[in-house]
């Protein structure tokens, strides 16, 4: 039997592992490193949504949350949205990320989960992730293009992880970039050296609506919907 998307996106990430050497205050972030209960509820999403032989478009976004794919193994999905819009169950301490809030509110206005998931995967430029350790000794969310030396020693590995993507089933006339900053340029960079897509959309990051731009928060989903289907009727 021909294996799934689902089947794919799930051995990619019970197989997801970084060896490559890190900046002394920065850690990786693997939600599926020793941790039985993201890949339990990862499994249970991509299989509910996923089980399909379909073709979908790539979202990529930057690296997962603290409080949503670092816990759920879903990147944008806290374990509110998890419950909530994608009907999966979780025992543990509730998490919220603004993030998360933005992308199943768009979700929903595009139609639901049920219709969105047939046509978009989203998964991160780095999927891993990372964290940086703060004079106080906390961990706060860190991003891949801040250490120059780190997404230096990331291309290989960013490389290798988009192609194996693309391999799922991914569509490669359209792209979508959440971030239409550093994050974009650096995809569009790496697009123009070995031609992934024909063409990627930047959308403002779903981070960045939320804490800069939320009393417009409806005129973004609007245009994240707009590039959507307009890209479907391609």
């Given at each position: 039997m021909k294996k799934t998307f689902?089947?794919?996106?799930?051995?990619?990430?019970?197989?997801?592992?970084?060896?490559i050497p890190l900046p002394k205050t920065i850690v990786a972030m693997n939600p599926f490193q020793?941790?039985?209960?993201?890949?339990?509820?990862?499994?249970?999403?991509?299989?509910?949504?996923?089980?399909?032989?379909k073709k979908r478009f790539f979202i990529i976004g930057i690296n997962p949350g603290h409080f949503?794919?670092?816990?759920?193994?879903?990147?944008?999905?806290?374990?509110?949205?998890?419950?909530?819009?994608?009907?999966?169950?979780?025992?543990?301490?509730?998490?919220?990320?603004?993030?998360?809030?933005?992308?199943?509110?768009?979700?929903?206005?595009?139609g639901g989960t049920q219709v969105f998931y047939q046509y978009f995967y989203i998964n991160s430029i780095v999927p891993p992730g990372f964290a940086k350790q703060t004079n106080a000794n906390k961990f706060v969310n860190f991003n891949y293009y801040d250490d120059k030396d780190l997404q230096t020693a990331l291309k290989p590995f960013i490389l290798q992880s988009l192609q194996q993507q693309i391999h799922f089933g991914i569509?490669?006339?359209?792209?979508?970039?959440?971030?239409?900053?550093?994050?974009?340029?650096?995809?569009?960079?790496?697009?123009?050296?070995?031609?992934?897509?024909?063409?990627?959309?930047?959308?403002?990051?779903?981070?960045f609506i939320m804490q800069y731009r939320q009393?417009?928060?409806?005129?973004y989903v609007e245009k994240y919907i707009q590039a959507f289907h307009d890209t479907l009727s391609f």
């Open positions: 689902a089947d794919s996106v799930i051995r990619f990430n019970k197989e997801l592992s970084l060896n020793n941790n039985e209960g993201a890949i339990q509820l990862m499994k249970s999403f991509y299989k509910k949504f996923y089980d399909d032989q949503g794919a670092a816990v759920t193994g879903v990147p944008f999905t806290d374990t509110k949205r998890l419950t909530s819009a994608c009907g999966i169950p979780y025992k543990g301490k509730e998490t919220h990320e603004p993030s998360s809030v933005f992308i199943y509110d768009m979700i929903q206005a595009f569509y490669t006339h359209t792209a979508f970039c959440l971030g239409s900053g550093k994050n974009y340029k650096y995809i569009q960079q790496l697009n123009e050296e070995f031609n992934f897509f024909q063409k990627i959309i930047p959308l403002e990051h779903p981070r009393k417009q928060k409806q005129l």
